[in-house]
């Protein structure tokens, strides 16, 4: 496989995502995933991710919301991080674009297949990446926020979508989830929720230990979830 840091830029902020290109990449033939990262930033979590969707064969795109080098390494630096996006969900949904772009433009990538997952809030940023753009095949939401916009009364929604949910994630209140739904299906959109029984959020991050924060690792729905996720990611790209 090949790494290499990519920087692309929102006006003058600079973005540095990581990609991981397959070792059988074909020119402009290369199905593309971006990964959208949780509220810590692009921390290594997602850059493996990026390299799990490699050996898949598909060229892996860890995106950055934040800024080159910005990561949080506690609660409340997260948040701080986090909260711009929640307050502006127009700079949500063009830091989502300008990466869709930068992957859209790397030589190995094909361009009408394109898919983009997200964990945590980046499980958000790919639901408004689905509800401003058509050029993306599918999103896969992995214990992601449902937040609605606010600047939008009602989403494209041209994706497939995936949301894989802890049934007892505490981050996501049942009302979210219900007026997106209603959202998805004024739409039309080719959607499908799976709900792990028990689980809280963050299920899929080993480092996840905190239960009264409501973020609990749970290796069977890990398993699971990722299991789902391959399947719907050869259903995209088919």
Partial sequence: MREYPLTYFDVDQELEAWVVEPKNAQAGKTPVVLIAHMWSGRVPFVEDVARTMAAKGYIGFALDMYGKGRVGHSVEENMALMTPFMENRELMQRRMLLALKAARGLPMADKERVAAIGYCFGGLCVQD??????????????????????????????????????????????????????????????????????????????????????????????????????????????
């Fill in 129 to 238: 990446l689905a509800r401003v753009s058509d050029q993306v095949r599918g999103i896969v939401s992995i214990h992601g926020l449902m937040k609605q916009a606010d600047n939008i009364d009602q989403g494209l929604w041209r994706a497939m979508a995936l949301f894989l949910h802890g049934d007892a994630d505490p981050m996501v209140p049942l009302e979210d989830w219900l007026a997106l739904r209603d959202e998805l299906n004024r739409a039309g959109c080719d959607w499908q929720k799976h709900d792990f029984g028990g689980v809280m959020h963050a299920f899929t991050n080993p480092d996840a230990n905190d239960p009264e924060l409501g973020t609990v690792y749970d290796p069977k729905a890990d398993r699971r979830s990722a299991f789902l996720l391959d399947q719907f990611l050869q259903e995209c790209f088919s």
